[in-house]
Each structure stands twice: as structure tokens, then as C-alpha cells.
């Protein structure tokens, strides 16, 4: 199941990042043309490119696809490089918990509130928000499910 939701969040910003570039692509257009900006283009460009990041966190990390270093856990006996992998996972998990929690909060204030994005345009908030609260939690239940596989490892890699 939290692979669909990954796989949607991924699908969603990817549709994302064709609408950025069509809305860039029409700015310029028209700043070609017109010789001044769409107003709004700035500021909802803003809100999109939140959405994009935190939709994509959850599919990035199940493709395993993150940025990672394993210089030091790869001279690691296989048994000693589990638990460190381990209580990586479970330190990222516990802060990202907490984050997860914190980020829903402030969507749900963002909603009550009516907050917006003060600029040439008013561009309301909330749906960056949301995007944030609920990729962090298909993050978070990722990771979950990776923690889970590190610990049903025999001790191997």
C-alpha cells in the first residue's frame, strides 16, 4: 500500500514539473512578448516546487535513489554494517516522526488561517503545506518498511 502512495506522490510530481515548466515557459513567452511577467508566476513556482520535492521523498527512497556514501559501513563486517544501516534508519525515522507531526500541524493552521504568499499575486499556502505533511509521511512509513527489512536481514547486506 505505501508503495501505491509513493508511486502517486512520484506521478503527481512529475506532473508538477511539466506544469512548472509550461507556467515558465509562458512567463517568458510573455515577458518576451508583453515585456513585463504573468503576475503570480514567481510565487506559485514557489508553492509547486515545495509540493515537488516533498512528493517525490517517499518513491526516491524506495528506489533506494537518495544521495549515499557508504565508504565507511562497506569496510564494515556484514553484521556490524546492519546495525549501523540499523540505527541510521531508526534515528532518521524518529526525526522525520516528529517533522511529520509538526508539518501537519502547520497545514491544518494554514487552512484555518487562510495563509498566503504575499507577492505581486496572493498565492494561498496550504496546498505546499499539505504536500509537505503528507510526503513526510510516506516518507516516514518508507523508512519504516526499510528499517523493517534491515532487521529481517539474516547478517548480510
Known sequence: ?????????????GALIMGLIALTVADVAWRNLGGHSIPGVYEYSEVILVAIVFLSLAWTQK?????????????????????????????????????TVASIEAAGESWTTGEYRIGLSEVPVWPARFAVALGLCALVLQLAIGLLDILKRPGGR
Open 63 to 99: 528506489a533506494d535513489a537518495h544521495v549515499s556514501i557508504d565508504l565507511v559501513t562497506r569496510a564494515l563486517p556484514a553484521r556490524i554494517d546492519r546495525i549501523v544501516r540499523g540505527l541510521g534508519v531508526a534515528v532518521a525515522l524518529v526525526v522525520l516522526a516528529w517533522m
Open 1 to 13: 500500500m505505501i508503495d501505491v502512495l509513493s508511486k502517486i506522490g512520484a506521478l503527481v510530481a
